[in-house]
């Protein structure tokens, strides 16, 4: 029920716009079809993905003759579950972390602002619930503030933090980190790593060195590249996915402030247009509010 409530501008948001688009109208024609379009793309479902589900829904138009508007809820419903399963199985009620591989290195990109640390104090907080070991690493090194704040989220959860001066190598923070993360026998390593995205050959260049400088610790780290975007910012979220999925292989999202949003359509847009699963959604700004995506709840929570 925090996912409906958390959801539940997007959802009141999506459904009143999707009833204006078919209000006095009884069967899908193009003037609905050219509506439905409008409200997709206004809730940053995105261009490419909103003309898919467009296309899909023709197709059953043409197919079955006649398709009421009464229908479309469920139809449409239908359509961006299945798009969704392409990439997110929606059996995840938690995140489980391989039993052979401890530790475990989570490494956290973003651009500043998206609310990486939140995230990363969040996460800390549920593995230390089930009695997890956790180790972060602040190989966020460009700004002060950074190392601040993912200090006082490690003290808020109690959990140990590897950290340099600002300015210093975010690759030999990174390599502290594992090295202190393997010799206190910890389950799970949190990297943050800069969140600037001054242009992508640097980014490439220093993700690339963070992780190599890694392997030297632990031969296959990280074992999942975590990527936090702000699902409130619409567009940007789908330009962050294309600048970091192009600098790193990144495995896994997380959209956050979905609380505070009639944006959750870009959650459709990206796992659909990047084929990367969105792991979490963070739906407020307390140590609770991180979510593990569930895709049935979330188109739920759209049509309900
Ligand atoms: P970073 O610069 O990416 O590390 O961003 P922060 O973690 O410092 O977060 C930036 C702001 O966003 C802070 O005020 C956070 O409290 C807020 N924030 C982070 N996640 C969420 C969320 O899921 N919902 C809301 N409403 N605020 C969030």
């Given at each position: 029920?925090?996912?409906?409530?958390?959801?539940?501008?997007?959802?009141?948001?999506?459904?009143?716009?999707?009833?204006?688009?078919?209000a006095?109208?009884?069967?899908?024609?193009?003037?609905?079809?050219?509506?439905?379009?409008?409200?997709?793309?206004?809730?940053?479902?995105?261009?490419?993905?909103?003309?898919?589900?467009?296309?899909?829904?023709?197709?059953?138009?043409?197919?079955?003759?006649?398709?009421?508007?009464d229908?479309?809820?469920?139809?449409?419903?239908?359509?961006?579950a299945?798009?969704?399963?392409?990439?997110?199985?929606?059996?995840?009620?938690?995140?489980?972390?391989?039993?052979?591989?401890?530790?475990?290195?989570?490494m956290?990109?973003?651009?500043?602002?998206?609310?990486?640390?939140?995230?990363?104090?969040?996460?800390a907080?549920?593995?230390?619930?089930?009695?997890?070991?956790?180790?972060?690493?602040?190989?966020?090194?460009?700004?002060?503030?950074?190392?601040?704040?993912?200090?006082?989220?490690?003290?808020?959860?109690?959990?140990?933090?590897?950290?340099?001066?600002?300015?210093?190598?975010?690759?030999?923070?990174?390599?502290?980190?594992?090295?202190?993360?393997?010799?206190?026998?910890?389950?799970?390593?949190?990297?943050?790593?800069?969140?600037?995205?001054?242009?992508?050959?640097?980014?490439?260049?220093?993700?690339?060195?963070?992780?190599?400088?890694?392997?030297?610790?632990?031969?296959?780290?990280?074992?999942?590249?975590?990527?936090?975007?702000?699902?409130?910012?619409?567009?940007?979220?789908?330009?962050?996915?294309?600048?970091?999925?192009?600098?790193?292989?990144?495995?896994?999202?997380?959209?956050?402030?979905?609380?505070?949003?009639?944006k959750?359509?870009?959650?459709?847009?990206?796992?659909?247009?990047?084929?990367?699963?969105v792991?979490?959604?963070?739906?407020?700004?307390?140590?609770?509010?991180?979510?593990?995506?569930?895709?049935?709840?979330?188109?739920?929570?759209?049509?309900?």
């Amino acid at each position: 029920e925090t996912l409906d409530k958390g959801l539940e501008k997007s959802k009141s948001s999506f459904f009143s716009k999707l009833t204006k688009a078919v209000a006095g109208k009884s069967k899908v024609d193009d003037e609905v079809l050219d509506n439905l379009e409008e409200v997709l793309v206004s809730s940053d479902v995105g261009v490419d993905t909103t003309l898919k589900i467009i296309d899909r829904i023709e197709e059953r138009v043409a197919k079955d003759k006649y398709l009421g508007t009464d229908e479309l809820n469920k139809i449409l419903r239908e359509e961006i579950a299945a798009l969704l399963s392409e990439t997110n199985s929606g059996e995840d009620t938690e995140y489980t972390i391989p039993a052979d591989k401890k530790p475990y290195v989570l490494m956290v990109v973003g651009v500043n602002g998206v609310g990486k640390t939140t995230t990363i104090g969040k996460l800390a907080h549920q593995f230390n619930k089930k009695g997890l070991k956790v180790v972060l690493g602040a190989a966020d090194t460009f700004r002060a503030a950074a190392i601040d704040q993912l200090q006082v989220w490690a003290d808020r959860v109690g959990v140990p933090i590897v950290k340099q001066s600002m300015g210093s190598d975010p690759a030999s923070v990174a390599f502290d980190a594992l090295q202190s993360g393997v010799a206190q026998d910890a389950d799970v390593i949190i990297i943050d790593t800069a969140g600037r995205l001054h242009n992508k050959v640097n980014l490439m260049k220093e993700l690339t060195k963070v992780k190599k400088v890694m392997q030297k610790v632990i031969g296959d780290a990280p074992h999942d590249v975590l990527l936090v975007l702000d699902g409130s910012t619409g567009q940007n979220a789908f330009e962050q996915a294309k600048q970091f999925t192009a600098a790193t292989e990144v495995t896994t999202l997380a959209v956050t402030k979905l609380d505070g949003t009639a944006k959750g359509g870009v959650v459709i847009g990206i796992s659909d247009q990047f084929q990367i699963p969105v792991k979490y959604i963070g739906v407020g700004e307390g140590i609770e509010d991180l979510q593990v995506f569930n895709k049935y709840e979330f188109v739920d929570s759209f049509f309900k």
